[in-house]
Every structure is written in structure tokens, then in C-alpha cells.
């Protein structure tokens, strides 16, 4: 247990560091690291009600050991772009009810994806989505999610 406790402490230094860090929420709308970092690269293509048609070339900052794209950025493609289908002026705090995912391809560096969200319907202030993700060249669909959320009120 000492040894355990000797491997997790800090150097002054690392705590000072870690004093440094900004830990304030996010705000909706506001651009974070983790934001910057999930869809840089991402080009919107079709915008409707209820339609999100975008392309993103798989870069290597989202694959796993393998080099494929990594499960966790499909899942986190499904959960941003699912949610993305609600629009409202201001933008919504939507809280994720559900998420289920089908993966049943993976996608290499440098593939290009195709991402359609379409919401799947909406009652009061709960709402679904479907998201597929599928190689454009190939045809062949990457992951299929559907993700279900509630929309906050917010406060005026």
C-alpha cells in the first residue's frame, strides 16, 4: 500500500503544474482542446431540418494501436454528431439518455468517411438520432449508432 501511495504522489512541481490547469465548464458554444481535438477536419456538407450530412478524413490522431480508427472516436462521432441534429438559437445542454453502437467495419488512416445523422424523432424535450458512418470510396458502412438525449431547459 506505501509503494502504491509513493507511485501516485507528485513532485512539487507537478502539483504546481496541476494548480495551473483551468478547470472552469464549458459553456455551450465555447471551443475547448477536447472540441479542437475530436473534429478538426470535419467538413459539413448538407444541412437540414433534421439532417447532417458530413465527411471526415481519418486522421491519425483518432486511431487505435492497429491504426484503425479507434472505437472511442466512433462513439464520440456518434454522440457530437447525433446531438448536432437538434438546432435551436441558443444551443441546447442536451444530456445523453442512451447511446448503442454497431460496429461492423473499420476504417484505415486516411479513408474518408461519409457521417449522416438524421433524428429519428422528438418528443417534448426528448429526442432521438441515428448516425452512420460509412466509408465513402468503399460504400461499405463503418458503425451505425443511435443516440437518444434530453434537452435541459435553460434558464433565461
Known sequence: ???????????????????KLDGRPNIAGDSCFYTFF???????????????VCTLKVPPR????SGKL????????????????????PPPTL??????????STADVDDELEITSRLLGQKERYN?????????????????GRHSFFRIRSKM
Open 38 to 52: 475530436s473534429f478538426r477536419g470535419i467538413r459539413v456538407n448538407r444541412v437540414e431540418p433534421g439532417l447532417i
Open 62 to 65: 483518432l486511431t487505435d494501436r
Open 70 to 89: 479507434a472505437s472511442g472516436a466512433i462513439a464520440n462521432l456518434v454522440d457530437e454528431i447525433g446531438s448536432a441534429v437538434i438546432y435551436d438559437e
Open 1 to 19: 500500500m506505501e509503494k502504491a501511495k509513493q507511485l501516485l504522489e507528485l513532485t512539487p512541481e507537478e502539483s504546481d503544474a496541476v494548480e
Open 128 to 144: 432521438g438520432a441515428s448516425v452512420i458512418i460509412k466509408n465513402k470510396t468503399t460504400g461499405e458502412i463503418v458503425a451505425e
Open 95 to 104: 444530456v445523453s439518455v442512451d447511446i448503442s453502437i454497431a460496429y461492423f
